[in-house]
């Protein structure tokens, strides 16, 4: 069985040289050849330029096509996966696209796992985590009121005036402030349009507690099942968000006014010439260390009072094993590859999973790659 590594970008690599060291079988595709033998050149010379139909070619039954190319490439390789045979992977949301293939996946006994990154990823785990825990408890009880956040983000080691270092092109975290987000909200659907409108403050239980600024994204809501929350189960606030340094909303002010304006063909020229000059500017230099801050929460309350109340911890940055966030979206990707491989994930679409001895297992080798990983039970 072959391991065909499709994208050899800057959040590929780690886990990419992780899986050639284990010892599989891997073929490294990539768009430009030079770029791929840079990174891995020193560990194989099975490197290849992607093409669908070279590709196409290559795949056998029982394989696995590994998609970290852009977010457009993952159903078409996962659709070539059900031809072939092969078993498909990426770090990336499950569109409706690929979820719509879950049938075909399972009729012939085939995984296309998606979501086993960073933020989707580490994060879906910790939640699956504390859930259980949670359930297992003595404070469980269906009628508690219930809180649950998740924030995560990249941020500069070594702060910034403009609050944010950019590893790749800005242009996606531009375009990620122009979508609109849904959360729960004092047991109420909050609805927001711009990421700028809902902006808060939390404060991080590190080993020395941190305020950060943050703000919900994406449709949050859909995860409730996904993480095992009864339709039932009365729910305060319910937030899947993204992390920024303090003084990030100051920095930003002009460009949030400016993005709030553009559109169509010239608005989205814009956003191009933005994000040119903000590489420029705010671009990570040459080994200067990244940081990533993942926190996800679970409290219940009876009565009014706290009766269960844990945080999942992560801290971590780049050091001489090299940036942080590639090491953390890429590595739980071969984690995940190696368990398609054991046949310990059921066959068809789904995400970073939540059973439990796979959970743990991937958990204690993430924390290999954070400075800092802990469980803080606020109310021991």
């Excluded at 930003?252 to 010239?266: A, D, H, M, Q, R």
């Amino acid at each position: 069985m072959t391991i065909h590594w499709c994208g050899t970008g800057l959040s590929a690599i780690p886990g990419l040289r992780r899986l050639i060291e284990n010892g599989h079988k891997v073929t490294v595709w990539n768009r430009t050849v030079e770029k791929a033998q840079e990174a891995v050149g020193d560990l194989t010379d099975d490197i290849r330029a992607f093409d669908m139909d070279t590709l196409a070619g290559a795949v056998a039954e029982g394989d696995v096509v590994v998609s970290m190319l852009p977010a457009d490439h993952h159903v078409p390789l996962a659709k070539l996966c059900l031809e072939k045979g092969a078993h498909f992977v990426s770090s990336s949301y499950i569109a409706p696209e690929m979820r719509a293939l879950d049938d075909a996946a399972k009729k012939k006994g085939l995984c296309l796992v998606n979501e086993v990154g960073l933020d989707p990823g580490i994060d879906h785990l910790m939640a699956h985590a504390l859930m259980a825990d949670y359930k297992a408890s003595d404070a469980f009880d269906p009628a508690n009121e219930l809180s649950f956040i998740s924030y995560c983000g990249g941020v500069p080691k070594n702060e910034n005036p403009f609050r944010y270092k950019f590893s790749w092109s800005p242009l996606g975290v531009l375009k990620a402030l122009r979508s609109p987000s849904r959360s729960i909200r004092d047991f109420e659907p909050f609805d927001v349009n711009r990421p700028w409108d809902a902006i808060s403050s939390y404060t991080a239980p590190l080993p020395m507690p941190e305020g950060f600024e943050v703000y919900p994204n994406r449709d949050s809501l859909p995860f409730m099942a996904e993480y095992g929350f009864d339709p039932d189960w009365p729910v305060r606030q319910f937030v899947r968000g993204t992390l920024r340094l303090n003084g990030w909303t100051d920095a930003w002010s002009e460009v949030f006014k400016e993005i709030e304006t553009l559109e169509g063909p010239e608005g989205d020229a814009r956003l191009k010439e933005m994000s040119d000059q903000f590489w420029t500017e705010n671009a990570y230099d040459e080994g200067e260390p990244d940081r990533v801050v993942l926190c996800v929460a679970l409290k219940a309350v009876k009565d009014g009072a706290e009766v269960w109340h844990k945080t999942y911890v992560m801290d971590a940055w780049g050091d001489d094993r090299g940036n942080a966030m590639a090491r953390l979206v890429s590595v739980p990707v071969s984690l995940a590859i190696e368990s398609v491989l054991q046949g310990k994930i059921a066959p068809g679409v789904s995400a970073a999973p939540a059973d439990a001895p796979v959970l743990n297992d991937w958990l204690g080798e993430i924390k290999t790659l954070a400075q800092h990983m802990d469980i803080v039970d606020h109310l021991a």
